[in-house]
């Protein structure tokens, strides 16, 4: 009976052992505190409008006051995730642009646990058949120039991860709705896995990703985390997507590269090819950096890769945004 009970003591010191572990993995690989919410001058509301028979959801921050024929900017959030993640993850970093710039940002919600983007592989379908996120984004905006009296000219689109998949999407099929777009750790998928039907031109593209992403390979291939979770099948590497808008475009010329020296080892390559008619296609290289927007207010967690506090990528995306409607 001794012997049981010294094997029972044993089981169960074995197991503590095992939940100390997990939960120190988990707040190694895992946890990351929220930043602070920054004191804003506008309001978050929540709302929702019924497309294609689906309820959708969103939520809009509007600075005080908003003026008539300001921007409006969408931000589409990662696999699996809301708005209210997507807001975290980037630091309420165009919260705090629209207050200092004065335009409109709207977090839409995807309907699966994917946005349906250009690729083959993934979650995009309710009830048995796939989402039109496309309509649905195209539908929201039609909606908020309407309700918020934005400037129809100067809607623009970012996103992380599958939002920025989603990004990519919106500039080969609805360039005439969307001035520009910005997409964050994401790739065009390669041409096997690419699914959507571009109209024959591209509106302005940012493609910014991080060289150590542990999910989307910066150099092109299955985009996956750690070989085992999120397979959203093959894409082309970060150069290859933006030649690719660069070749839409007709932008036959070399593209002219600017690099920044920044903390901790990381730096930035600009690659920025233009044509006459005013039209950009912009590389952002994160050398050092991993999955996410990188900005100054919030560490992802490690599981992403590395997290550099710099550049301030809300900041950058913005400015990419403000150029197109220069000319």
């Not at 409008?49 to 006051?65: A, K, M, N, W």
């Amino acid at each position: 009976m001794r012997k049981f009970w010294r094997f029972i003591g044993a089981c169960l010191l074995g197991l503590l052992g095992l939940a100390v572990l997990a939960v120190a993995l988990f707040g190694y690989f895992i946890y990351s505190p929220d930043p602070v919410p920054p004191q804003l001058t506008g309001t978050l509301t929540r709302s929702t409008v019924v497309f294609d028979g689906l309820e959708r959801s969103y939520q809009i921050y509007t600075p005080h006051p908003l003026a008539p024929g300001a921007p409006l900017v969408f931000v589409m959030h990662g696999s699996g995730e809301r708005a209210a993640e997507i807001r975290i993850g980037t630091g309420y970093g165009f919260e705090r642009l629209a207050d200092a710039h004065g335009f409109a940002v709207v977090y839409p919600n995807a309907a699966s646990f994917d946005w349906n983007d250009c690729s083959k592989v993934g979650d995009f379908s309710v009830a048995g058949r796939n989402v039109d996120d496309v309509g649905f984004l195209v539908a929201l905006a039609d909606k908020l120039t309407q309700e918020l009296n934005v400037d129809k000219k100067r809607i623009f689109a970012t996103g992380v991860s599958s939002g920025g998949f989603m990004s990519l999407r919106l500039a080969v099929e609805s360039p005439a709705r969307f001035r520009a777009v910005a997409a964050v750790s994401a790739n065009v998928p390669s041409p096997e896995n690419f699914k959507c039907a571009p109209v024959g031109r591209s509106t302005s593209v940012m493609i910014m990703n991080g060289t150590k992403d542990p999910l989307v390979p910066f150099t092109g291939g299955e985009s996956n985390l750690l070989g085992l979770f999120y397979k959203g099948g093959n894409v082309r590497s970060s150069q290859e997507s933006a030649q690719y808008f660069a070749n839409l475009h007709a932008m036959t010329g070399s593209p002219q590269t600017r690099q920044t020296q920044m903390a901790d080892g990381v730096s930035m390559d600009q690659t920025l090819w233009q044509n006459a008619a005013g039209a950009e296609v912009e590389l952002v290289a994160i050398h050092g950096g991993g999955h996410g927007l990188p900005q100054p207010y919030w560490r992802r967690p490690r599981l992403l890769g590395p997290s550099p506090m710099e550049p301030n990528g809300p900041t950058l995306i913005w400015n990419f945004f403000q150029r197109q409607t220069s000319h």
